[in-house]
C-alpha cells in the first residue's frame, strides 16, 4: 500500500500499548521500483523513514519495493478505486453518536469505545456501527471492535486513505464526508466514531466540523493523560468548537484520588472505563 508523493504521516501499531511513534512518508516522485523503503505502519504502508520512537515495533523493517499492482489495461491500480459507495436511496437515519476523543496517542481511546460499545450492547442494541473516523488504519483494532460485538467496522482505508495524516491533508473532507454519508445511512442502534490521535492532530478539527453539521450534540467521551490535558481539552472543545463533554475516562482516572480530581477540576463526570459502569454515565 502506498501514498502519494510528498504524504507524511505518524503511525501507530497498537491501541494498549505503550507509544510506538513512527514517522515517514513518501520521497518526491514516488516510490521506485527496485529500492528498498520501509514498511511505516502495521497497516501496510510503505516509503522513507523519518524518525521513530526508540520502543521495539513489529511492522518496521526494509522491504524492496517491486512495482505497483496494474488492472489489464496496466494501469497502476489505487486503493480510492475500493472505497465504499454509498447505495442509490441512502439517508440518514437519525442513530445516536457516540464520540470518542483523545488527548494523545496511546490514552485509551479504543479501550473507551470498546467499553461504550459493550454497554450499548448490554442495553440490547445489538446493531452498532464502528467507525474509526482519524489516525493511521489499523486491522487489530477494526478487528477488537468485531470481536466485542460490533456489527459494521470501518476506516480510513474503507474510504480511499490508509492514514489521515498529514493534518493539513488535501481532499481529506470528501473521505470524511463519504465516511459520516455511509455509516450514518446504514441501519443502526448507534453509531461509536473513535478519533484516533490527538483532538487538534490527524485532521480530527476537520473531521469534527463535518460531524457537527450532521450531529449538534454526540455524546462525547474524553479520553485523557492527566486531569491538566482533561481540562484543556474541555476547553477547547467547548470554546472554540462549540461541542460538550459527557465523560472523561483514561490514565487520569486510574486511581480514585486522579479520577475525583480530574471530575473537580473538569465538572465533568469522570469513569475508569474498565472498572466502571458506562451505561450509569451515558444513558
Keep these: 500500500m502506498t501514498l502519494a508523493p510528498g504524504d507524511m504521516f505518524i503511525g501507530t501499531p497498537g491501541h494498549r500499548e505503550s507509544t510506538r511513534w513512527v514517522v515517514g512518508g513518501i520521497p518526491a516522485g514516488g516510490l521506485v521500483p527496485g529500492r528498498k523503503y520501509w514498511v511505516l505502519a502495521d497497516c501496510g504502508v510503505v516509503g522513507d523513514l523519518v524518525g521513530d520512537s526508540p520502543l521495539e515495533k513489529r511492522h518496521l523493517g526494509q522491504v524492496k519495493y517491486l512495482g505497483a499492482v496494474t488492472n489489464d489495461g496496466r494501469t497502476p491500480l489505487n486503493i480510492r478505486q475500493f472505497a465504499a459507495r454509498l447505495g442509490a436511496g441512502a439517508r440518514d437515519h437519525g442513530t445516536p453518536v457516540f464520540l470518542i476523543l483523545g488527548t494523545a496517542a496511546e490514552v485509551g481511546k479504543t479501550t473507551a469505545g470498546v467499553a461504550v460499545l459493550r454497554a450499548l450492547r448490554h442495553k440490547g442494541h445489538a446493531n452498532v456501527t464502528v467507525l474509526k473516523a482519524t489516525g493511521t488504519s489499523s486491522l487489530s483494532e477494526l478487528s477488537l471492535y468485531l470481536d466485542f460485538g460490533a456489527a459494521k467496522a470501518f476506516d480510513s482505508v474503507d474510504f480511499g486513505l490508509p492514514t489521515t495524516y498529514p493534518s493539513d491533508r488535501q481532499g481529506v473532507y470528501d473521505i470524511f464526508e463519504t465516511a459520516l454519508d455511509t455509516c450514518l445511512s446504514t441501519p443502526a442502534d448507534a453509531v461509536v466514531i473513535e478519533c484516533g490521535g490527538d483532538i487538534l492532530g490527524a485532521n480530527v478539527p476537520v473531521f469534527l466540523d463535518c460531524l457537527k453539521r450532521r450531529r449538534s450534540d454526540p455524546k462525547i467521551i474524553l479520553a485523557a493523560s492527566d ?20 465523560m472523561i475516562t483514561g490514565p487520569c482516572t486510574d486511581t480514585p484520588t486522579l479520577r475525583e480530581r480530574t471530575q473537580a477540576l473538569c465538572e465533568t463526570p469522570a469513569m475508569n472505563v474498565a472498572r466502571g459502569e458506562v451505561q450509569k454515565v451515558l444513558f
Excluded: H, Y
Excluded at 481539552?233 to 467547548?238: D, M, S
Design 227 to 246: 486531569a491538566l490535558a482533561a481540562l484543556g481539552a474541555k476547553q477547547l472543545l467547548n470554546q472554540v468548537m462549540g461541542l460538550s463533554l459527557n
